[in-house]
């Protein structure tokens, strides 16, 4: 059972681009929480989804971000317009219920210039 | 709100030292979840430990321990006879029992083993 996928491991946007970030969560785990590390700040929760659901996107920056978990594929962090303060790690972990606890993937590390 | 704080910024020790690493936690949560995760320089997020409030027996796997202190709000952990692959960032975190269970980290130690 492969764990859970994150790509791209690194990607690199010119400020005003779009940054597509996916994340495949385990066989069987239906909920997925996003996580950021920026630099000097450590990791804050961003937003928490099951599947086609939103559930908590109390994280989440109001603008230019946004997350989707549909019926069929993979989780999706969307940055539009991305500016250099968006630079930072982004990780994705997913559960198959919470009693479980979650599991982190690798990383997307998302590089402004 | 909960807080989770990690006052050692930094540590360095030498090979085969055992070494402390402190976490406080702030909850109103009667019963919560307390974790520590390791970050080593590749960057991925290494799970270690989940423990239960209502469980405060120490914990101990191979060279590593868990002291979970409930009285004074803390769950040290202590890496004894330390390698240099112990090197890395390491985040103790804290979440509810019920409801979504999203973590709140602390700001990390960057823990360095010298040989």
């Known amino acids: 059972n492969a764990g859970v996928m994150q790509n791209p491991r690194h990607l690199v946007r010119r400020r005003g681009q779009e940054a597509r970030l996916r994340c495949s969560p385990m066989k069987g785990h239906s909920h997925v929480y996003w996580y950021r590390q920026l630099p000097e700040e450590g990791l804050k929760f961003m937003v928490y989804?099951?599947?086609?659901?939103?559930?908590?996107e109390s994280g989440m920056p109001k603008e230019r971000f946004s997350a989707e978990f549909p019926k069929e594929g993979p989780s999706i962090l969307r940055i539009q317009q991305v500016v250099r303060g968006d630079s930072a790690a982004y990780f994705c972990a997913s559960s198959p219920d919470l009693v479980y606890g979650y599991t982190f993937g690798s990383g997307t590390r998302l590089t402004v210039v | 709100a909960q807080k989770v704080t990690q006052a050692q910024t930094e540590i360095s020790v030498v090979e085969k030292e055992d070494v402390t690493l402190d976490c406080v936690y702030e909850t109103r949560d009667t019963t919560y979840y307390l974790f520590w995760y390791k970050q080593p320089p590749s960057g991925e997020l290494v799970f270690l430990i989940r423990r239960n409030s209502f469980d405060e027996q120490n914990e101990i796997s191979g060279r590593y321990s868990w002291n979970f202190q409930k009285s004074t709000s803390s769950f040290n952990f202590t890496i004894t006879a330390s390698q240099v692959v112990d090197s890395a960032v390491y985040f103790c975190?804290?979440?509810?029992?019920?409801?979504?269970?999203?973590?709140?980290f602390g700001q990390g130690t960057r823990l360095t083993i010298n040989p």
């Open positions: 975190a804290l979440s509810a029992v019920q409801g979504a269970q999203k973590l709140v």
């Open positions: 989804l099951q599947k086609e659901n939103i559930i908590d």
